[in-house]
Each structure stands twice: as C-alpha cells, then as structure tokens.
C-alpha cells in the first residue's frame, strides 16, 4: 500500500471551492515544492462540484473522516469544527484559506490566507509566482470554484484579483463561453427537487460558536426561493432533528437566489431578538427576508457575531 | 497632523527581527500595494537593534502602547498577549509571522506564515516576488533580523532560505564581510554589564499559557554564562517580583552562549517536575543545564508544552 506524508483537505460538506482548492493545493505542493500529499475530501461532491468533475473528467476524491497520516493541510477552513476528527493528534503543516480565523498550534506553519473571493484564486497567484503551469484540469477546477464562491463575480466577497484571475484560468482551462459554464455549473447546483430536506438543510452548513452557542448556518443556491419555501414544513422538521441530535443552540437556514441575488433564511432556535436585529428585519413563520444577501462569510456571520 | 491608515506593529520587548521586519513589511506594504502604513514599535531598540539601526542609519521607531488608527499589520507575533492593549478594538488587516498560532479574527485577513528561521527572510522573499528594490538600509535591517534570530545560522531554526536569503541581502546592503558584521551584531546584543538585573529578565521576555497557567519565558544572549550567573541572587529577586506583580506562575530565564551554543536557565516556580522532565535535567539551586539549546521557539516551548 502506497502511503503518502501528507493528506491536503478541505472543510465538511465540501463545496466545489473546497474540492477544487484542495486538489490544486495538493499538485502545487507536489510539483512546485516537492512534497509528497494526496488531496482527499470530507465527504462526497455535492450536485455542482460534480458538473465541474464530469466537465473536466476528474474522479471524485477519496472520503476521509480523519487522517492516518502525520501531517495535513488545510484548504478553504481553519477552525477545528469544519475539520477531521482527529486534528487535534496530527501535524497541520500549511493553510490555504480566506476565511476567518479561529486557530492555534504548537508549532510554526505555514499559512497563507488572503480575504479574496475564493481560495482557488489564491492558489491561481500561487502557481503564478512558482511558475508552474497548471494542468487544463485543473485551471478548470479553480476556475469552477472561483465561480461557485463568487456566483460568478456578483457575491460581495469577490475582489479585484477574482476578476482577473477569471479569465486566466478559463483560457488554461480551454473554457470559451466562460458565463455560459458558469451559468450552467451554478444550475447543476440548485437541481434540489431530488435532495431530501435534511440533504438540503446539510449540503454546506457550517458551525459556529456565538456568544458561547452553537450557531448552525446552512445555505442553499436556488433560482426561485419559492420553489424551496414550498417545503418549509419538511425542512423545519429536519432542521429541529438535527437541533436535538446535534445540540445546535441555533439553526440558521439561508435560501439564496442567485439570479437576483437576494436570500430569504429560515430560523429556528433561541436567539429571534438577535437575528431580527443582525438583518434589521422581522421574523414571519420563522422566516426572514435578507435583500441582498448572497454571502454567508460576508453578509450573513459579520452581523450575527456583532449582536453576540 | 498627518493619519496613516495602517500601523504595523512587531511584539512587546521588541527584537531585532521584530523592528527589521516592521519597517521592511510597512515599505513592502507602501511600494508594492499602495498602502498607507507607518512602522511602529512597542518599546525602544535594545542594544543590538541599536547596533543595526546605527550601522544602517535608520532612527528608532515612534513607539505605541495601543493604535489610533483602524487598521493594523502584526509581524513576528500573534498572539494577543504579545500585541498591544487594544488589538480587540482594531481591525488586524495582515500578519507576517514564523511562530506557533493562537490567533482569532471576526473577518477574513492577509496572513504570510512560514516555519522559517526569522521574519526577515519571509519579507525578503516577499520583496523578490513583488520585483520591489531594497533600499540599502531595509536590506541591512533584514540581514539583521535574520542573523539576530539564527544566531547567523547556527540556531536550529535555520531553514535552507535562511542560508540563501543570507549572502543576497549582504550584498543588497553593501556588507561585505557579513561573518564579521554578525558578530559585532550579536555581540552588541550581549554586553549585559549596563543593564540591571530587571532589565535582563524583561528584555525578550514573552508570556505563553501553558496547562492553564502562565508561564513566562526570558531569554539573553552571552558570551560567558558564568557572567550572568554571578548576578543570579540578584536576578532572582527580580524575577520572584515580577512574579508577584504580574501574577506569573512560572519564570524560566534562558542564559545562551551564542559562540557555543549552549544555555542554562534559572527556574522560579510550581513546575520544578515539568521542568526537570522537559529538558531531562536537574535543578540545582534553581539552574538546569540545557546543553545544545539555543532557540526558545524550538528547543524550549516545544518541551514545555508537552509536560502540560
């Protein structure tokens, strides 16, 4: 059995960000630095990473829930929450990430982390600077996460070096009608008529501590909230499921349209002051309006954590 | 008045590698992106920083408790208790750093982290990929964080940029004999006889937190250790106050001999058993030998934290 030194992953539930930046991650530290690190991932791809694996004929990556190696790296997430079971017993040798940090170790890393729009555009700078060219595949992964992080440059987070890595990695990736596949990559995402309503409640829900709770933020992509709202019994049932099971203090289920970018978010849990006041608007049968909100990271935590 | 937006900032008991990679990272961040920064410190240069700084030609940072500005940069520190008494109230925009990390944000931000020997050679390479120009006396104060932090290369922390960042930023800076430049550099840094034993224990002293209690961890650089050691009542009266004033648990005072590479420490605390079992050695009247020791970062934390 072939054992690699190094397993490169990315946060649970992946996302196509979290697919596509650990496995360029894992060939730039192959190629450009000679290290010896397989890229892995927490989970299976979800409907949109698959398009961008189909599209650019990449096999989906091997399902780990903790490593048996001695060291990893961490792509798309920092916070011990998102990551393996046993973190906590290996050595976390880099970091590639953009988002907010809650981490410690023992020991000096390597981190580069940068507020951009996607972790896949970091790693575009950083073969850029390696000189090392990257694969077709590849520059089509990035470039696929780059588009799913970014809603194709129209999410807030997006910044300056998005836009102009786009373009670069659609011609490495041979892509001519960039927002055609863009379009088409982020539809492949919101297909939710054959997910459950706990797949959908968990596809890329995160956990976060506010004021010394447990705050379960979960987000869909849709093109009619409506479609989604329609099934409001069914979801607050899993969601209160998973509350019970899990402990989750709070339940945060956020439904984004991103053909207009708005959202609308379903809450359930003990803090409605809170959440009324973070988004400046009222809660009806458990559900806020959030105009213009299309990002978690930016639009949806910042407010929240300011009312804790 | 004139307001830069952003101060960058090293940590408190300033060392050379600290005031170095302020003032390179704050030109870096000005000729490079276009930022508005000002370098700072949090203390005035000690002997061997003055040494560097006069040899160079560069004046003394201005010198901050807390920031008045929004936005600040840490280099060579992280961790909160390393940094200025408001870091919670200010926006931390980046970080330069090669230590452990202990270090959260509330929004994403800038972090270059690398397990290198000083943060001097960090920026150096950072100049080399921004195709940014040295001015002669940022090359200086960079060949001298680095040979500060190495010992000019002989501490195990020493990575092979360090060795290839070495000779480039002596020329950049016009020394020509960099073995004779280091010397005179680490030796400026160990002429003790001026200073009182207070001033010992408090010149590169840092708090780490380690099984719930503090830990406090001093560090000189010497050319005899049997020097210092003739002050210890002396020192440890100092250090038995401080311990009392400030509520540490425990104080571990490093004496390091620079030519040879070697160290012994005064101990003064309720961890003589973690201690002792860290670095396999006695303590006789308050000193343990710590043979081959010369880097706290690597060869003393480390062993501490894994008696806790």
Same mark, same amino acid.
């Given at each position: ?8 992953? /990315? ?52 399902? =780990? ?74 520059? /089509?992964?990035?470039?696929? /996460? %780059? ?34 596949? /863009? %379009? ?50 069914? =979801? ?31 809450? %359930? ?13 009222? %809660? ?25």
């Amino acid at each position: 059995m072939i054992m690699v030194n190094t397993l490169v992953f /990315g946060h649970k539930n992946p996302d196509t960000d979290t697919i596509a930046s650990a496995i360029g991650a894992s060939y730039l530290l192959n190629h450009a630095y000679g290290e010896d690190t397989e890229a892995v991932a927490q989970g299976k791809p979800n409907a949109e990473t698959q398009f961008a694996l189909d599209y650019f004929g990449v096999s989906p990556l091997r399902i =780990i829930t903790s490593a048996d190696t001695e060291n990893v790296v961490l792509v798309d997430h920092n916070e011990a929450a998102q990551s393996i079971d046993n973190l906590a017993d290996v050595h976390v040798a880099g970091i590639y990430d953009h988002h907010k940090f809650a981490f410690s170790t023992s020991t000096p890393l390597y981190i580069t982390a940068k507020p951009w729009g996607s972790v896949s555009t970091i790693l575009f700078y950083e073969y850029k600077q390696n000189n090392l060219e990257l694969p077709r595949e590849i520059a /089509g992964l990035l470039l696929s /996460g %780059l588009i799913s992080d970014t809603l194709l440059l129209k999410s807030p987070t997006t910044t300056d070096f998005d836009r102009q890595a786009l373009p670069e990695l659609a011609k490495m990736a041979q892509v001519e009608d960039v927002n055609a596949y /863009g %379009l088409g990559l982020l539809k492949a995402g919101t297909d939710l008529s054959s997910r459950s309503d706990k797949e959908l409640i968990d596809g890329d829900a995160k956990s976060f501590e506010m004021g010394g709770k447990s705050f379960r933020i979960g987000q869909v992509n849709t093109v009619d909230i409506d479609d989604v709202l329609a099934r409001q019994a069914g =979801i607050e049932s899993e969601m209160q499921a998973e509350r019970q099971a899990e402990g989750y203090d709070n339940f945060l289920f956020v439904i984004t349209d991103i053909l207009n970018s708005n959202s609308k978010a379903i809450f %359930l849990g003990d803090a409605n002051a809170e959440v009324k006041a973070a988004f400046a608007g009222d %809660l009806v049968t458990n559900v806020i309006d959030l105009p213009g909100v299309v990002s978690r990271k930016k639009q949806v935590v910042p407010p929240l954590e300011k009312q804790f």
